[in-house]
């Protein structure tokens, strides 16, 4: 069993900067694929950043070059740190975990970004 705990949300300003926080208990993180997914109001969850045990890295197009994704296998812990920030970036961020059979199996409950002025 794995669970996972979001922290970091909040309100920013357009241009600001927000570090997510995803915590997870477990036997099984040290060999899962982390990443975040995130959901804007009206809109289907997209996947944002994935990063796998070794530390490979894959983002979506909207966030190359402003999100960096990274994670603490030894405290069991993925961060996403996100820079300049859109007003298009708000949306519920969800910690998630790829199990083996490729697909998501844990999710965390998600914590809201808001990017406004």
């Known amino acids: 069993q794995v669970q996972l705990v979001e922290s970091g949300g909040g309100l920013v300003q357009p241009g600001g900067s927000l570090r997510l926080s995803c915590a997870a208990s477990?036997?099984?993180?040290?060999?899962?694929?982390m990443g975040w997914y995130r959901q804007a109001p009206g809109k289907q969850r997209e996947l944002v950043a994935q990063?796998?045990?070794?530390?490979?890295?894959t983002y979506a197009d909207s966030v190359k070059g402003r999100f960096t994704i990274s994670r603490d296998n030894a405290k069991k812990m993925v961060y996403l740190q996100m820079n300049s920030l859109k007003n298009e970036d708000t949306a519920v961020y969800y910690c998630?975990?790829?199990?083996?059979?490729?697909?998501?199996?844990?999710w965390g409950q998600g914590t809201q970004v808001t990017v406004s002025s």
């Open positions: 998630a975990r790829w199990g083996p059979a490729g697909g998501v199996d844990y």
């Open positions: 990063i796998t045990s070794a530390g490979r890295t």
């Open positions: 477990g036997s099984i993180f040290d060999i899962g694929v």
